[in-house]
């Protein structure tokens, strides 16, 4: 079996190593040292081949036996560069440091025939667990971890930067000579050309903190005080605050101690996680000395190169700590992760005085782009750590408040702050991006530009302090309404900070009638009301139609692309809704909501509100139900991370759970309401990540009707009678085909990510993924609230004269299905079953179901 790094990669890894010889010996001059080893009897290239200096860290031959290293006289103080691969005789060859560049070619001799079995190219013996002094050793690094990790210490104190660099790699010259984009050339002309050899870097955001950050282990708790904040501003087009949390939450603290690495949305299992040894193979390099320390020099492999893994090399101390001196990790060429070029991490610990090793240095470089080759992104997120105090006393005030504090005096250090507290300097191109982007934001064309591109993605067209939209809601169809237009829009920030409105008008072609909302706001954050943490107070006003029972926020009934559904879809009801809305978010991302509703609903369409027929008389009929109730919304999502901007905020999942209580008083004379009731609604959500075998979304909800209530004011099951897949409805049920006044509800999805189409030939190639899901609901209806037993209640709508609403029987509702995702990036497809209920009339007993989303 063979293992391929490539030369890219190998390219990228000679520039870490090149910095991290800088950051132990200053201006130190260097050489670059590059060839190719080959077979001295073959003439084949031997990839991985380990080629290094006694004293420093090397680098490996990728996959067509090219290697590249940097190396400096100054920390090689012997000038014999050592290669060394298993199965072959070592050989040591000596540097003239004198010469600046060169190639140096290696032939390597195989060794005697007894270590021809263990050499992994020549697949003479199946690779082993067993017996292996690799896998021992790596057995020896795991049953360490606790004691090299952080946390050992009872208190820590230590000082970070940070420093976040987006660039575009390799601008095409043909678009760059275009005579549009003469304007932007000194944009365009500000190029590194020396961080990645063979590649152009522009520049396009700069995001440097520094801080001041607090550990205790009992109780466990963290503080991170921001003292220094410096980044680009993309001005009103960009939210940048949103990009710098999202950033964050797509580069995480890479913790080789822990079982698993988060980055870009999944999960990688660290090469020293307890089952490592069961996805990764292993192999010993060699033993080098370093600064008198003794170190065992590792590679390791990943045995299936599609799923979540590593490859690269690392060294371990031999002074009965194991602990990892330094680390680099790659990713696999055939990795099942979207648009990734290249990825590359390196991790340096340093001995601290106690013995133990500390990270002081971690440096993720990671490149994406459509094509393997061409324009694409480079993004580097270096980290360091110094000033470490350990078992140190630290007030217990310092914990108080939020876990991370930005001083008001953060964004506005002087140049000097930053030199004395960033490690390193920048690059003549980084330093020039924050002056760059500042020009580029103010240039007409450019505000043109982004203003067409905020269209197309959020459907919403500027038009001097308003935004016209969404676009998706300009058109759509229903059987009710016919064709139907609207035209909205909202304010913006331009026209004030604390107010805004917000609204849209709509007229139905069938019906002929007119719908419209409004919405005032005033933000007490004098911010836009996506911006975290919410502080507002709304009142709005719709009349307009609704499906009942599916009132739910992230479905809008006029998309154009919900306009689609299947089956009979011909039970509307017009709405007339007041509501005044009190909002209030806290930096726990704790937050409620007080509402005060007014809501008259009338039937539409096929949908009338009668009551059952007795003893043959004529059925009495309302012609509309009028309620008024005070709502209160409890929302805890712990350490949640929006992307966020003026005019929409979308959360990112993470393993933390979201817990939601709603609680509904409806008062009979309040705002001429005729219902006296309660309702009440739990809901759960979690991520559990599973490592290689992906994640799990568990949804949980619940809810309890207090009082005798007609059909529409019960809790009526969220259906989905669209095409597209929606995560919390269920998919194969109709509309309105439940009605409850207690229910519980449980929503199961799982994402392989890879895990098994990664095993599949040919399959694999298409980097498919698939997933399982199962939901199931059940609940009751009392006697007071089921008409076919109190003929007060509203009779249960028909269709075509048969039942189309029904109470839950003695089992469950229950839907299934497979689905593969990831299809052209971007493309679901669900194959459902129904399993329950099957003789209810006009329902689909399966069907396939479509979601478009993008995942890394």
């Avoid at 980290?383 to 001083?407: H, K, L, M, R």
């Avoid at 507002?536 to 009934?557: C, N, W």
């Avoid at 809501?599 to 007795?614: C, D, E, I, K, M």
């Amino acid at each position: 079996m063979k293992f391929n790094l490539p030369s890219y990669l190998l390219k990228r890894f000679s520039i870490l190593a090149f910095l991290l010889i800088l950051s132990f010996c200053g201006r130190a001059q260097s050489i670059l040292i590059k060839g190719y080893v080959r077979d001295s009897l073959t003439g084949a290239p031997i990839p991985n081949v380990s080629i290094f200096f006694k004293g420093s860290f090397g680098v490996l031959s990728d996959s067509t036996g090219h290697y590249s290293l940097f190396a400096s006289k100054t920390v090689s103080k012997d000038p014999h560069m050592q290669v060394t691969y298993v199965g072959y005789k070592p050989s040591s060859i000596k540097i003239d440091f004198d010469i600046k560049d060169q190639e140096v070619d290696i032939k390597l001799m195989p060794a005697s025939n007894d270590l021809q079995d263990v050499v992994v190219k020549q697949k003479k013996e199946k690779y082993r667990n067993k017996d292996n002094p690799a896998v021992e050793l790596i057995k020896k690094i795991i049953a360490h971890r606790d004691e090299n990790k952080m946390n050992a210490y009872n208190t820590a104190k230590y000082s970070e930067y940070e420093k976040m660099v987006l660039s575009v790699s390799n601008f095409p010259k043909k678009i760059a000579n275009k005579k549009y984009f003469k304007q932007y050339q000194f944009l365009l002309n500000n190029v590194d050309t020396s961080k990645v050899p063979g590649e152009k870097l522009m520049p396009i955001y700069l995001d440097e903190t520094s801080s001041e950050n607090y550990f205790q282990k009992q109780p466990a708790k963290s503080k991170k005080i921001i003292i220094g904040k410096n980044r680009v501003n993309f001005g009103e087009y960009f939210d940048t605050r949103g990009i710098g949390k999202y950033l964050a939450s797509l580069y995480q603290d890479v913790n080789i101690y822990e079982n698993n690495i988060p980055l870009f949305g999944n999960q990688f299992l660290s090469p020293i996680a307890n089952s490592a040894p069961a996805f990764y193979q292993f192999f010993i390099i060699d033993t080098v000395e370093i600064n008198g320390d003794r170190l065992v020099h590792m590679s390791f492999f990943p045995r299936n190169a599609e799923n979540m893994l590593f490859k690269g090399n690392l060294y371990v101390t031999l002074d009965g700590h194991y602990a990892v001196e330094k680390i680099n990790l790659y990713s696999p060429s055939k990795i099942n992760l979207n648009l990734l070029k290249r990825l590359s991490i390196s991790l340096d610990f340093r001995k601290q005085n106690d013995g133990k090793y500390l990270l002081v240095k971690s440096d993720l470089i990671g490149s994406f782009g459509v094509f393997k080759k061409g324009m694409g992104i480079y993004s580097e997120r270096l980290v360091s750590y110094n000033n470490f105090e350990t078992n140190v006393n630290i007030p217990s005030a310092t914990f108080n408040g939020p876990t991370e504090v930005v001083q008001d005096s953060a964004n506005k250090k002087p140049p000097t702050f930053w030199t004395d507290n960033r490690t390193g300097n920048l690059s003549l191109a980084e330093s020039k991006v924050i002056d760059n982007i500042d020009s580029l934001q103010k240039m007409k064309s450019f505000k043109t530009a982004m203003d067409w591109t905020s269209f197309i993605t959020t459907g919403y067209k500027q038009a001097g302090p308003l935004e016209i939209g969404p676009a998706y809601t300009f058109y759509s169809f229903n059987p009710i309404e016919g064709s139907r237009v609207s035209l909205g829009g909202r304010t913006t920030p331009k026209l004030s900070h604390s107010f805004f409105l917000d609204g849209y008008g709509a007229y139905g072609f069938t019906d002929q009638k007119w719908k419209y909302f409004g919405s005032a706001t005033y933000s007490f954050t004098h911010k836009p009301t996506y911006i975290f943490p919410q502080h507002f107070i709304r009142a709005s006003y719709l009349k307009d139609t609704k499906i009942p029972g599916q009132e739910l926020q992230f479905v809008q009934d006029d998309n154009f692309l919900y306009s689609f559904k299947r089956g009979t879809n011909d039970k509307y009801t017009y709405n007339n809704i007041f509501r005044l809305d009190y909002t209030k978010e806290f930096e726990n991302h704790f937050s409620y909501n007080i509402d005060l509703k007014y809501w008259q609903q009338s039937p539409a369409g096929a949908l009338n509100f009668r009551y059952p027929t007795v003893n043959n008389n004529p059925q009495k009929q309302l012609t509309n139900i009028t309620t008024g109730e005070i709502g209160i919304d409890l929302r805890y999502a712990p350490h949640e991370v929006f992307y966020e901007n003026e005019s929409y905020r979308v959360p990112l999942v993470n393993k933390y759970p979201v817990f939601e209580l709603r609680y509904l008083l409806g008062i009979k004379g309040l705002l001429g309401g005729n219902y006296n009731y309660q309702n009440i609604e739990a809901n759960i959500f979690k991520r559990f990540y599973l490592s290689q075998f992906g994640y799990t979304d568990i949804t949980f909800d619940g809810g309890y009707v207090v009082g005798s209530l007609p059909f529409p004011l019960l809790d009526l099951a969220h259906a989905n009678q669209t095409y597209a897949y929606q995560l919390e409805s269920f998919n194969l049920m109709n509309f309105m085909e439940f009605a409850t006044d207690h229910y519980a509800s449980l929503m199961v999805d799982h994402y392989f990510n890879g895990y098994i189409l990664n095993k599949i030939p040919l399959i694999k190639k298409l980097k498919w993924r698939s997933l399982i899901e199962g939901k199931l609901m059940y609940g009751g209806l009392r006697d007071e609230n089921n008409p076919a037993i109190n003929t007060n209640q509203l009779a249960f709508p028909t269709t075509n004269g048969d039942p189309s609403t029904f109470a839950f029987q003695k089992q469950p509702y229950f839907e299934a299905g497979v689905g593969i995702y990831n299809i052209f990036k971007i493309l679901r497809v669900d194959y459902i079953w129904r399993f329950s209920y099957l003789d209810h009339p006009n329902i689909p007993t399966s069907g396939i179901r479509f979601r478009v989303k993008f995942n890394f």
